[in-house]
């Protein structure tokens, strides 16, 4: 079935840094592909998304670009804040029951300290 | 602008227990969702409804019954408590079938 896999964390980095949250996909036809962002005690907010191969989403600072050829949707941001501490899940889109759903990875939790 | 709202935000059970979580939307969102967050797993979808009168289940559905007699309101019931329904659960509501959804801040369930 589709699926999805993320780095796993925690995440340590310190300000300024360069991120990166792998994530990779199984998935039958073409998904659209998804980052969201949890930040504590909150729920999940969408922070970007693709649709098709090549696409790149940017929001923030992050961008994920949609790689069929690696099945890869990797999330990067040049610059980290201390802001961005957060959990990160990739996830993508499938169409069950009549219904497209969300099915997501693991989360990555990313910690940056000042 | 009140978006998701759910309904308690905490909860404690005794096992064998019954109770309904909330989710209201104002957005006359079509599509709502519950799904449980539990460590290491991520997010799992219960049950979800494609419009008012709705529903069907998701990946994990056992144990939990929900209804939809108003557009905007979307109800997940417990019939009776099990520790392993110790969860948080996220309400989502989306206008489309696009996966942008939007997220309640969750409801922790403690069930001993």
């Known amino acids: 079935g589709d699926s999805v896999t993320q780095m796993e964390g925690p995440v340590t980095l310190s300000e300024e840094a360069f991120l990166t949250i792998n994530c990779t996909y199984t998935?039958?036809?073409?998904?659209?592909l998804f980052w969201y962002v949890q930040y504590p005690g909150e729920g999940l907010q969408l922070l970007l998304k693709?649709?098709?191969?090549?696409d790149k989403g940017s929001n923030k600072g992050f961008e994920a670009t949609y790689r069929k050829e690696t099945t890869s949707f990797h999330l990067e941001k040049g610059s980290v804040q201390v802001s961005d501490s957060a959990v990160y899940f990739c996830a993508l889109s499938k169409t069950q029951g009549g219904s497209e759903k969300l099915v997501f990875g693991k989360g990555t939790k990313l910690t940056v300290n000042p | 602008n009140a978006g998701v709202t759910q309904t308690p935000k905490f909860r404690v059970l005794k096992t064998g227990q019954s109770m309904t979580l909330l989710c209201a939307q104002d957005m006359n969102h079509e599509y709502m969702y519950w799904y449980r967050q539990d460590p290491g797993m991520g997010l799992r979808l219960i049950h979800y409804s494609v419009g008012e009168g709705t529903t069907a289940k998701g990946e994990v559905p056992d144990g939990y019954n929900v209804s939809r007699l108003k557009k905007q309101n979307f109800l997940l019931g417990l019939e009776s408590a099990a520790p392993s329904q110790t969860s948080v659960y996220f309400c989502?509501?989306?206008?489309?079938?696009?996966?942008?959804?939007?997220f309640g801040e969750g409801s922790r369930l403690t069930v001993l």
């Open positions: 998935a039958t036809g073409y998904p659209s």
């Open positions: 693709a649709t098709k191969a090549d």
């Open positions: 989502a509501s989306s206008l489309f079938a696009t996966g942008e959804l939007f």
